[in-house]
């Protein structure tokens, strides 16, 4: 299931990204993914995210997420 990304404050509430339900991140993926190249796509999705610095674990899951977002909707 995709859901479209929310934002960092829902109902007037700041949420970390960690704390975003997994749908939303597929559905900011595959927003990002239609709207940057490829090699853009990770920090687009940083940016949004407000996230300055991306470990490596970060940077995977966000990966992830655009792999499975790549895949539901059928893009490169």
């Not at 940057?36 to 899951?61: H, Y």
């Not at 990966?63 to 499975?68: C, D, P, Q, S, T």
């Amino acid at each position: 299931m995709v859901t479209a990304f929310r934002g960092l404050t829902v109902a007037g509430v700041r949420r970390g990204h960690g704390q975003i339900p997994y749908p939303e991140p597929l559905g900011l993926a595959s927003e990002i993914a239609l709207s940057f190249p490829e090699g853009e796509r990770i920090p687009a999705m940083a940016a949004r995210l407000k996230i300055a610095r991306l470990p490596k674990s970060t940077r995977e899951k966000l990966a992830e997420a655009l792999k499975a977002a790549q895949t539901l909707k059928g893009t490169k």
